[in-house]
């Protein structure tokens, strides 16, 4: 029916043309750029599609004829822009969508693992969320992001602005520093994350050169300082403080860096930063602010509270402090099938899960059955830079006993995971190698 209602005389009955038509592999997804003089018209055609899946119409601003005719003179319709949720109610909507909620207010809540099962990126209703205020509501109509500092000519840029601006896609995985934090011991006080702060997603916008480069940064500016919306109080400080971060600017100039509106192909929701975020592949998460409204060029090291307060490993060594601030995600994979704790018959068993490192690509990943030798897991998704990568290991269990699964990636760089990763006083980066207990019947 859909194939008919694609056919030539078929569209030119609606008062559209089709320019360009394109589907991913491996996904049930097509992609249409169409040419229409009313948008009702174009939503009329379409509307087969939405009886079959979910349909999002954006208006091209770079197909090539539009851009010869010197732009889109149709305002671009301001839902474009509108953010999937309401505060008060993503608390609720996590809760359904099997999210294993930790605190409702700031909302912080993980992916549960068996969640992680089978897709490159993660819906973003299943996708974790570490806040540390109340989300804040920014209005898509108002909203400026302001470039200022170090800069040759300070920038306000709405969210139109933005759009217009060149963009690029990027899948990568974001994963809380805090990540298997209940994990060590002695216990650490903090968010009680399991294993499931982590998530992967498809992320659009601009490249943060690019604005940088609209900018013009002036010489002296050694860092980017990146100011969220959300603020509040904070012990240590008398007054309210804001969520901010900073990056060296060399790091910022990385042409992987995203100022993202766009998060799996829909606008970014609330609970993520709506309406932009910082996107810094590879690195924990802290680094990728959200609510984005403030871009400063600033010359000396940054020193707010997420900078150096937090976000810091700290131990104590032959009596000695010592810190390291907390950058590159380690390496480190995760079994997400079975699921600990599961029947499995015996014979053949399937071992799968997902592995990532912010320093190198992952070269492999082993897994050990009942404490038997490591036997290396067979790589099975195209590998991304930036995003965690899926692997598999079919297996054979002959006796029924309650056996533990271990999965030990290594990445490019030569990094592999710890039997028992370092205790640190806030409880970051905890990459000991995943077990799973299952029952063989
Ligand atoms: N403005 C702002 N940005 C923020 C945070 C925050 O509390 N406020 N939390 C950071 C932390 S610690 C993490 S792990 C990620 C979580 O991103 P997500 O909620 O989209 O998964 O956002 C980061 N960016
Ligand atoms: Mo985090």
Not at 340 to 348: F, L
């Amino acid at each position: 029916m859909l194939l008919n209602h694609l056919s030539r005389p078929n569209v030119r009955q609606y008062g559209v043309e089709i320019r360009g038509e394109a589907v991913v592999q491996g996904e049930h997804t097509l992609y249409l750029i169409v040419e229409a003089d009313d948008e009702g018209h174009l939503r009329e055609f379409m509307k087969p599609f939405q009886a079959v899946g979910s349909l999002d119409i954006y208006p091209a601003s770079t197909c090539a004829r539009v851009v010869a005719s010197g732009g889109c003179s149709a305002a671009m319709p301001v839902s474009e822009f509108v953010s999937a949720g309401d505060p008060e109610e993503a608390c609720q909507k996590a809760i359904e969508a099997g999210l294993i909620v930790h605190r409702a207010h700031p909302l912080n809540c993980e992916t549960s693992i068996p969640a992680l099962i089978g897709g490159v990126v993660m819906p973003n209703a299943h996708f974790y969320v570490r806040n540390h205020f109340p989300i804040p509501i920014l209005d898509p109509a108002t909203f400026r992001l302001t470039v200022g500092g170090l800069v040759e000519r300070p920038l306000s840029l709405s969210l139109r602005d933005l759009h217009n601006m060149p963009s690029q896609t990027l899948v990568a995985t974001l994963e809380c520093a805090g990540n298997g934090r209940t994990k060590f011991h002695p216990p650490i006080e903090g968010e009680k994350w399991d294993l499931g702060a982590v998530s992967t997603a498809e992320w659009t916008g601009v490249p943060l050169a690019e604005v940088l480069d609209r900018a013009g940064v002036r010489t002296g500016a050694r860092e980017v300082l990146f100011r969220g919306a959300d603020g509040g109080m904070v012990d240590g400080h008398s007054g309210p403080i804001r969520f901010e971060r900073s990056l060296q600017l060399g790091h910022a100039r990385d042409p992987d860096l995203l100022l993202a509106y766009a998060m799996n192909g829909e606008p970014l929701p609330i609970q993520h930063g709506y309406p932009v975020r910082v996107v810094v592949p590879d690195w924990y998460a802290v680094a990728s602010v959200k609510w984005l409204t403030e871009i400063e060029l600033v010359d000396q090291p940054f020193a707010g509270h997420y900078q150096s307060d937090k976000y810091w490993y700290e131990w104590e060594r032959d009596g000695q402090a010592v810190r390291e601030p907390v950058t590159l995600q380690r390496v480190r994979a995760l079994v997400t099938e079975p699921a600990p704790g599961q029947e499995v018959r015996r014979g053949e068993l399937a071992i799968r899960g997902v592995a990532w490192s912010g320093a190198a690509p992952i070269a492999r990943v082993e897994i050990s059955v009942g404490g038997g030798n490591w036997q290396e897991a067979h790589l099975v998704s195209e590998r991304r830079r930036h995003s965690w990568q899926w692997w598999e290991l079919i297996s054979r269990v002959q006796e029924p006993s309650v056996v533990t699964l271990r999965a030990r990636a290594t990445d490019l760089a030569g990094r592999t995971q710890p039997e028992c990763a370092e205790w640190n006083r806030l409880g970051y980066g905890n990459n000991a190698i995943h077990e799973v207990p299952v029952r063989i019947v």
